[in-house]
């Protein structure tokens, strides 16, 4: 099976709030300009450079637009530091980047230009196939946390996991916002028509997710 043919079906497994105009106009202009260099609002330059590579690991250009070209990167800095109904939370979601850092190596020996793909790639791996036992253990401590400061007494197992699932999830999200894959990979319908609540999705749309 090709992108193409998964992304049809791909689907987030938690809701977000409504992203803001501002915000989704990156998506909206991205097949305009492709930027590689880009100045975070939220997180620091090296924490920017780790989740591209993350991102572009998570969602990989292929025969269709990666999410790294896309600005998704950028959209999820933005999203965070802009979107989100409390500060709090943007705090947080720092806080776990700086956590992903630590779990990279990154010090005044080693630099986040040094980090090889095979660590990121295997830093995914760590924490986004593990099972479903283990993600409930981390999702469980995490409840406990109600402020920035309550990170302090959780584990950076249990940070790394909530990071990185943020990400991959907003990824999605982003991905399948913008103007690329919307109109041009999944099933796109500007303007609604007739509602047809009984019918096979693959009669519908083609087996095509909606884009909206």
């Known amino acids: 099976m ?21 915000v989704l106009s990156l998506l909206q202009s991205c097949q305009k300009e492709y930027v590689l260099d880009w100045t975070p609002e939220l ?20 025969n269709i637009p990666g999410a790294k ?22 705090q947080m979601f720092k806080y776990g980047a700086g956590v992903i850092l630590d779990e990279l ?10 980090v090889t793909l095979e660590e990121y790639d295997a830093l995914l791996a760590k924490y986004l196939k593990i099972s479903k036992e283990k993600r409930k253990e981390y ?13 302090e007494k959780v584990s950076k197992e249990a940070i790394s996991f909530t990071f990185l699932s943020s990400v991959r999830d ?11 894959i919307a109109e041009n990979v999944l099933n796109y319908l500007p303007v609604p028509g007739e509602y047809i609540g009984c019918d096979s999705v693959e009669n519908l749309t083609g087996g095509k997710d909606w884009a909206l």
């Open 43 to 62: 997180i620091s330059i090296d924490e920017g450079k780790a989740l591209e590579q993350i991102v572009d690991l998570i969602l990989p250009e292929t």
């Open 2 to 22: 090709n992108r193409r043919e998964a992304l049809k079906n791909i689907g987030l497994s938690a809701g977000y709030i409504a992203v803001t105009p501002a």
């Open 69 to 90: 070209s896309l600005h998704v990167p950028m959209f999820i800095d933005k999203f965070i530091n802009q979107s989100v109904e409390e500060v709090e939370e943007a």
């Open 139 to 151: 999702w469980e401590e995490m409840a406990k946390v109600k402020t920035p400061k309550d990170l």
């Open 105 to 114: 190596g990154v010090n005044q020996e080693k630099s986040i230009d040094d």
């Open 170 to 180: 907003l990824s999605i999200y982003g991905f399948k916002t913008s103007k690329e």
